[in-house]
């Protein structure tokens, strides 16, 4: 859970979970103890920061997080569970797949490293074919390209309030840029753009990207939401470049240049989109 990072998250109805997480959700859903969406992400970097931080490191917490982002629209409620559990052993598995053996001493001890490895390979064994299926992902200093797909320009959300009491976070009463959309737009979206993308283009490292995201999201309830969410990137741009930052409009409009022979309208929309996030990963190594 780092501070700059971004969320695509999908909130399934309550009728989507089975009956016993069904009663769950709608329990904590009342309740005035579990963290709001105001400090939400502030709460989810904070635990693991601790955890990672502790002597020896904790990769993953040792029970699933009970804790959701939740949604509601004309009295029907939505529920994102954190999983922070399984994406924590996600994250941990892609690490330690990319860190020579050697080095990996130097952030976990081999033996808590080990151990985290075989609670999630018996995780993954009692759990079946859903077992890996997490409700949000996400990505560190920029947001995929691909990610814009499912959304349309005029679903976007900006807010240029500052953050209370000079704390960086992102809230929904602070400062905050997000896109919210139905699944069933999100899937017909993302089928049109992979289309497009194959038609005119060819199997490209963007279209695979396209075409991830379009098998995730058939994995969930057809009349779930799709939210994008820049989280703590709002904090790596000022109010201009928010307010500039048109990524789906630009995007959408790259495919539809493409899709009517407009290569030239394409490829400028598509540019303006690339160098706007290579600019913002650029600040990772300058950080």
Same mark, same amino acid.
């Given at each position: ?191 049109? %753009? &992979? ?7 060819? $199997?490209? #490292? ?6 991830? =995201?379009? +098998? /995730? ?36 409009? %790259? &495919? ?7 290569? $030239?309208? #394409? ?6 989109? =690339?160098? +706007? /996030? ?10």
């Amino acid at each position: 859970m780092l501070p700059y990072a971004a969320y695509l998250r999908v909130y399934e109805p309550l009728t989507a979970f089975p009956e016993q997480d069904r009663a769950a959700w709608a329990e904590y859903a009342e309740s005035r103890d579990r963290p709001r969406r105001a400090t939400a992400l502030d709460a989810e970097h904070g635990e693991s920061i601790r955890r990672l931080l502790a002597k020896p490191p904790h990769p993953a917490p040792p029970q699933e997080s009970p804790n959701a982002y939740l949604r509601r629209v004309e009295d029907r409620l939505y529920v994102c569970p954190w999983q922070t559990r399984l994406r924590s052993w996600l994250a941990f598995s892609d690490f330690r797949g990319s860190t020579p053996v050697k080095l990996m001493d130097s952030f976990v001890p081999q033996t808590i490293a080990e151990q985290t490895a075989d609670d999630f390979d018996k995780y993954k064994r009692q759990g079946g074919s859903s077992a890996l299926r997490t409700h949000i992902r996400t990505t560190t200093w920029n947001v995929p390209p691909a990610w814009f797909v499912p959304f349309d320009g005029n679903e976007r959300w900006l807010v240029l309030g500052k953050p209370a009491n000079g704390q960086d976070t992102t809230t929904t009463t602070g400062r905050n840029l997000i896109y919210v959309t139905s699944m069933a737009q999100a899937r017909r979206r993302s089928a049109k %753009a &992979l289309q497009v993308i194959r038609r005119h283009v060819g $199997e490209v #490292a963007t279209g695979i990207e396209v075409e991830d =995201i379009a +098998r /995730w999201l058939e994995e969930f309830h057809p009349h779930s939401l799709v939210e994008l969410d820049y989280g703590g990137l709002v904090h790596l741009m000022d109010d201009e470049a928010l307010q500039a930052d048109q990524s789906v409009a630009e995007l959408s409009a %790259a &495919l539809t240049g493409l899709d009517t022979g407009q290569e $030239e309208l #394409a490829f400028a929309m598509y540019q303006r989109v =690339i160098l +706007r /996030w290579k600019s913002m990963q650029l600040l990772e190594s300058a950080n």
